[in-house]
């Protein structure tokens, strides 16, 4: 059975916490932690206060690398590749793929070729809601520390990075082989 859950970003990243809640806007978990630091966790708590799932920063740097516990028992590690749109993050352990475009905000995570979760980001106001479709509700606390992960300030950085437009040649000016104008010294 399939259930959609959201997360509010902008909330998670100014307060440290926020709740999960289903599309009838009933608290189904509550996410709290930060990033940063290695050590540094993000919980994900039942309504009775339980911790279901944990994620752990184990390194620092452009990609960096979390473990990822579920009833306190070790589930996996990240391993974290992006490219100028495209993330991809493989959990060892439970063998899932994660594979989206980090531009549009829209992910979907695999086992196989059995669809786990999709994962879509949309602007709300000044909000930003991360809205989670999950096919199987036990692993709805997993997938929200996924979505947690991808929300990560080096792949936040990374998303917002803009190659400079390249510039024009000057009108009525055409350019011969071999020349390189707008290099040479005038």
Known sequence: MSRKIQINLSELDHTRSCRIIDEYKDTKYLIVGKW????DTFSVYSIAGD?????????????PRFDLFCFNQFVGSSVLHF?????TLF???INWLVVGN?????YTITH??????????????DQ????MTVENINHEPIVALIAAILNHPSLVHASKLKLPSLEKYPKGVKPQWGEFHLFKKQ
Do not use: D, F, M, P
Request: no cysteine; charged share 15%; aromatic share 4%.
């Open 36 to 39: 940063g630091l290695i050590s």
């Open 51 to 63: 911790v279901l799932a944990e994620a752990r920063q184990q390194s620092l740097g452009v990609t």
């Open 83 to 87: 490219s100028l749109h495209y993330t």
């Open 91 to 93: 959990i060892n352990g």
């Open 102 to 106: 980090q531009e549009k905000q829209s």
């Open 112 to 125: 196989g070729r059995q669809k786990i979760a999709t994962i879509k980001s949309y602007a709300q106001a």
């Open 128 to 131: 930003i809601i991360r809205i």
